[in-house]
C-alpha cells in the first residue's frame, strides 16, 4: 500500500494510513487510561475508548476477584482493536470489525450518559468518539478505490511477466 520511499501513491491511502493512525492512539489512551485507573490516579486522557474503562469500574465496584477479572476484561477489549489495527493494514474489512467495535463503544457511552445523566465534562469524549467514527467511515468509503487501485498494480505486474515469456523464442529441435 505504501511505496518504499514512506510517499503515499494516492490520496486514498493517506485517508486510510490517517485512520489506522488514529485508531492506535486510541488504543493507546485507552491502555494509558486503565492502568491509569487501577494505579488511581485522577487523571484521565481523552481519545479513548469508553468500554474497557467501564469494564475495569465496575471490576472495582464490586471488588474481590472482579478487579482482576475487569482488568482482564478490559485488556481483552483493547486487544481487539489492536488486532483490527494490525490485520487492517492488508485486508480492509478489519476496518469494519473495528468500525463495528468502536460503534457499540460509542452506543454504550451514549447510553450510559442517558442513564446517568448528561454532564458538560462529556463533550470533549463525545467529540473525540466523533472523531474516531468520522475517521473510520471515511476510511471505508476509500476502500472500493484502494481495491480497484491494487487490482491495477496486479495486473500491471503480471503484465510484463506475460510479455516477456511471449517473447522468448520457443527452440525446436530438428
Not at 475508548?49 to 477479572?69: D, K, N, Q, R, W
Not at 465534562?121 to 467529540?127: A, E, H, I, P, T
Amino acid at each position: 500500500m505504501l511505496r518504499q520511499n514512506n510517499q503515499f501513491q494516492s490520496n486514498e491511502e493517506r485517508i486510510y494510513y490517517s485512520c489506522r493512525i488514529n485508531i492506535l492512539v486510541m488504543i493507546g489512551f485507552t491502555l494509558i487510561n486503565v492502568i491509569l485507573l487501577a494505579l488511581k490516579s485522577n487523571t484521565y486522557f481523552l481519545f479513548s475508548a469508553y468500554i474497557p474503562l467501564f469494564l475495569y469500574t465496575l471490576g472495582v465496584e464490586l471488588s474481590g476477584p472482579y478487579i482482576v477479572m475487569g482488568f482482564a476484561l478490559a485488556m481483552f477489549v483493547i486487544l481487539l482493536y489492536f488486532i483490527c489495527f494490525l490485520m487492517s493494514k492488508k485486508k480492509y474489512v478489519w476496518m469494519i470489525v473495528a468500525l463495528v467495535l468502536f460503534s457499540i463503544d460509542t452506543l454504550f457511552f451514549l447510553y450510559n450518559i442517558y442513564l446517568i445523566g448528561f454532564e458538560a465534562n462529556v463533550l470533549l469524549d463525545l467529540f473525540f468518539h466523533g472523531w474516531v467514527l468520522f475517521y473510520m467511515i471515511r476510511s471505508l468509503t476509500v476502500v472500493k478505490v484502494l481495491k480497484r487501485q491494487r487490482e491495477e498494480a496486479n495486473t500491471k505486474q503480471t503484465l510484463p511477466e506475460q510479455k516477456e515469456e511471449e517473447s522468448i523464442p520457443a527452440t525446436t529441435e530438428n
